[in-house]
């Protein structure tokens, strides 16, 4: 108090800031302590597992499905690859792949052009809102059986390009469109105007414009589009026909293969996907870093 | 619905609507998309249901009830949809009560925004990757001879391995939570990070506690993500086969599953009625849901 009264405008300017600094600054409360604790379970409990399956499918011949670790080898990596007892691993590595990548392309277009009318009203706007969302949360394998149905009724042969492409779609596109609705949220429609405003054609406004901003929420997209399709189950089951699909072909080896080769085909389909991951948001780091640059000069 | 989005808003859009040409050739990829593969398949499946199974694989096209009745008196049916909604049940309000907490921790308690952005990406990852995956590598955990079991021997709590960790409805409510909690954590922490945090200071300097805010703010301000989590979880336990299938070690059945068996040995029309109660059961708890909330303005505002 004294030193207070001997430094009167210290007092003044530094009594708001402690304040204000107090609920951030100040101790942590308990709760945070305890949050803390149930995210590094989750996070653990998210990873421990596929981790454990990580392991696991480095052991060598004498290999088990549970722990402890029998030797280290990439046996199991080669008997995935080489063995018949466990189904064409490899083509159905490739179809995934190519039908990830058309299911990618399709969603990204279909999604941003979906997410460019959803800004302004139009008639039936609502009804193709609940169609989506309908889509969306239709159980998988209805959706296949009611596939698989209409092509037999109109002897279309199914297969993993066709019908099941189709119902794949019928699932990630309303994911990408709810995805472009957060995007085009943050997207300022003052930026467009502007354009039309300096005598930009619509076409232009949109690929001079619009696609250069939400490129970072178009890989976003992308991401759903390719990894969605790329592990899709319950649509792809009954619509496939006769070849099948990466998930499908891990379904048939959980019944039936009881050897690391399943951790192994786990390691290997884990890897795919995290390199998509990686590209993806590295895509979307990038893009942001050079846009900074861009501004700040 | 549209009675709730507010009147004066639907009467300023309206002249607009229906003018609107260019959002009508925008969306029309969506809809082509989804006519045929989800409003035919639907539709398909509903008159698939009303007709007779020959016995071998066939259909013979006359109208029956035999199939709904079939379900309705059979009181295995009955017990199949107990369990999946009990499955339904219990996965969603775990999912919630940890999805929950963590985006709470990761939007008020993580104070960097950076940090927070990465710990969310974190628990979004294994998201992007597969499922099945996932669910089998809880099987050198929770087996007899798996990790929990020989942490728990070797600690002497128990003198045998519990059977009751792997293969039972445990193992499958594990899985399904494990799985899906991401869908609750990502919609409740977009609600979460959009509540205004003078909101919350106010409320502080009003006196209100920390588990008040939590009550009387941030619950009801995170209503709209809470609802799309639920969902997400309600429609995909309903919808799910595979998990109960191998986390039951067949000790369980779900209602997909049955009607998968009927598809196996060519029952198309039981299979289709099946799949009919399925869809509409999914449907009225999600209309359930969404009664509590607009979610499309939500989603587009």
Known sequence: ?297 | MAKRRGTTHNRTTHNRTTHNRTGWLLVLPLVVVLIPFFVAPIVGVVVASFVQSDGFGGIVPAFTWENYANIFTSRLTLDLYWATFRFAVFAWFFSLLIGFWIAYFLVFHVRNPLLAMGLFLLCTVPFWTSNIIRMISWIPLLGKEGLINSALLGVGVIDQPLGVLLFSSLAVVIAYVHQLTIFMIVPIFNSMARIDKRTIEAARDAGASRFDIVRLIVFPMSKTGIALGSIFVVSIVMGDFFVVKVMSGGGSASVVGAFYEDVGVLQYPSAAASAVILTAVVSLMVVAILRTVDIRRELTK
Not at chain 1, 70 to 86: A, E, I, K, Y
Not at chain 1, 149 to 178: D, K, M, R
Not at chain 1, 203 to 228: D, E, H, K, R
């Open chain 1, 1 to 297: 108090m004294s030193q207070t009264a001997v430094l009167p405008p210290a007092r003044a300017s530094a009594a708001p800031r402690a304040r204000r600094r107090a609920p951030d600054r100040g101790g942590r409360p308990w709760t945070f302590y305890v949050l803390a604790a149930l995210f590094v379970l989750y996070v653990l409990a998210l990873y421990g597992p596929m981790i454990c399956i990580y392991i696991l499918s480095f052991q060598d011949v004498r290999g088990g499905l549970v722990f402890p670790m029998r030797g280290t080898s990439l046996h199991w990596f080669v008997d995935l690859f080489t063995q018949v007892r466990t189904g064409d691993v490899k083509g159905a590595f490739g179809r995934s792949i190519r039908l990830a990548a058309i299911v990618t392309v399709l969603t990204v277009i279909v999604s941003f052009m979906a997410g460019l009318a959803f800004r302004k009203r139009f008639v039936g706007d609502s009804v193709v809102f609940y169609l989506m969302i309908g889509s969306l949360v239709a159980p998988g394998l209805v959706l296949g059986l009611g596939v698989g149905l209409l092509c037999n009724l109109l002897g279309i042969e199914a297969s993993w390009y066709g019908s099941a492409l189709g119902a794949q779609l019928s699932w990630t596109l309303p994911f990408g469109v709810l995805v472009m609705f957060a995007v085009m949220s943050r997207f300022n429609a003052v930026w467009e105007e502007a354009a039309r405003d300096l005598g930009a054609s619509p076409w232009q406004t949109v690929v001079l414009v619009i696609l250069p901003i939400i490129a970072p929420g178009l890989v976003a997209v992308a991401l759903f589009g390719f990894t969605l399709s790329y592990d899709e189950f319950a649509r792809t089951l009954l619509t496939a026909g006769s070849l099948n699909t990466l998930p499908l072909e891990i379904w048939s080896m959980t019944l039936n293969v009881t050897s690391p080769s399943l951790y192994a085909l786990g390691t290997v389909t884990t890897i795919i996907s995290f390199l998509i991951i990686g590209l993806s948001l590295g895509t979307i780091a990038w893009m942001q870093k050079r846009r900074a640059r861009k501004t700040a000069r």
